[in-house]
């Protein structure tokens, strides 16, 4: 049976903000892709739809009271393995922007680091 603190959790992830989420479809030199513009950077919906699965799912496992980063909160070593260092990268921003849009309960503890590190939101 899953304890008080992770059912309020669970309950606070926000999979309806998610399923809101509007893409963009930019036509390049070879088609269009479908993906979304974060500054600089275009990262594609596959992305954050891997992002999302395993994130989403991976804040019910991780130790509550510590800091975590992307790779631990991603909580699939094998899957986080194979992606290429471009990919992993897309993914910390794909969770940047989970947080900073309040689909999850997490906050950035050190906002101006490269290597973000966040914490579980318990209220």
Known sequence: MAMKS??????????DLFAA???????????GV???????????????LEAWKHISAGILTVNMGD??????????AETWAGHDIGTRIAIGRCLVYFVTHKMLPLQCVNPGGSNKLYGVIYQ
């Open 67 to 76: 800091f975590h980063s992307s790779e631990e909160l991603f909580n699939d």
């Open 6 to 15: 992770e059912i309020d959790i669970a309950a606070r992830i926000r999979h």
């Open 34 to 48: 479908i993906g979304m513009q974060l500054g600089p950077h275009f990262v594609f919906r596959w992305i954050f």
């Open 21 to 31: 989420v509007k893409y963009e479809n930019p036509q390049g030199r070879k088609g």
